[in-house]
Structures are given as structure tokens and as C-alpha cells.
């Protein structure tokens, strides 16, 4: 029986990596945005599936969003604990070949009864644009554009996922 859902998995996955386009369907999203897709591994009858590419990045991007849930901040700190190099260039990359400029946006933290540290989702923000800057993005594709507001939802104390957001065009 396993190895029956073991062997339709790899079909499946076979299938998919060969369209090129990912027909499968990412595990749900922890950021509580919609249709924000992330870099986080997707999951298939429970077994780990690859990250996004490359291509399906740049395709959520045009979409208008792409959740780095890779990446987590320190507790109470603007410093990224974990995301790697790699995964930074990759980003980088995938935001020079879509279209648009774009913005970082960290959601802010709070804990129960408490208001949203905005000051630390924007200092988190900025520390992310850095990073990725550092790792080959372009500077005037993303921008640091002070007229969007912070993400309307709040994150619970360590569950913050930063979000890469294009800027509408007027």
C-alpha cells in the first residue's frame, strides 16, 4: 500500500516538474495572505515536495505577491536568523527578471493584549531590503516606498512572514 502512494507521489511530482508551470497545489499558506505563495517546501500526501523555483517565484511575483516564510527574525530583533545565501540570491534573481517594482513588507508582531509593534515590522523590513540588495537586487526595483501602509493583519509574537509586494503603477 505505501509503496503505491509512494510511487503515485513521484508521478505526480514527475508530471509537475515537467510542465514547468507547478501544477501542485502548494500546502496553505501560514502568512494569512491570499494567493502570497512562499518559498517555504510545499507539501504532497504528507511527504515534503521542493521548494519553489526559480520560475514559480517570478510567477507568484507578477501575481502581485511572494511570502518569504523562510526567513524569521530573532525574537524582539531585526536580525534574520534563517534564510541561505542561496535562497537570498535565488530571490534576488527572481525579483530582476519579473516585472514591476516591488516592496518589502514585514507584518507586525504582537502579543495578547497588546498593540502592533509597527516600528520593528518596519526595521525588519528594511533589514530584509539590505539583505537582498546585498544579494543582487536591483536598488530601483525595490523600492523603499513609504507610501504603503504596514500589512493590515497582525502576527503573533514569532510568526511574522515577510512578503516581497508589488507597487501599483499609476
Known sequence: MWF??????????????????GSVSPAPQSSGVDGCAGTQPRVLLGLV????????????????CLA????????????????SPSRFALVAR????AHGDYRVTVPPEAARGWPPDTLQARRRGTRLRDELLHYGAS?????????????????????AVPMLVRIPEH
Not at 527572481?94 to 527578471?97: K, N, R, T, Y
Not at 526595483?141 to 509574537?157: Q, T, W
Open 4 to 21: 503505491r502512494i509512494l510511487l503515485l507521489a513521484q508521478v505526480l511530482l514527475a508530471t509537475s516538474s515537467s510542465r514547468g508551470s
Open 68 to 83: 518569504l516564510e523562510e526567513v524569521r527574525f530573532r525574537a524582539g530583533q531585526d536580525t534574520i536568523e534563517s534564510l
Open 139 to 159: 536598488w530601483d526595483r525595490l523600492v523603499d516606498y513609504p507610501g504603503l501602509p504596514v500589512p493590515p493583519h497582525v502576527a503573533p509574537l514569532g510568526g
Open 94 to 97: 527572481a525579483l530582476g527578471m
Open 49 to 64: 515536495v521542493r521548494p519553489l523555483t526559480l520560475e514559480q517565484m517570478v510567477s507568484e511575483l507578477e501575481r502581485g
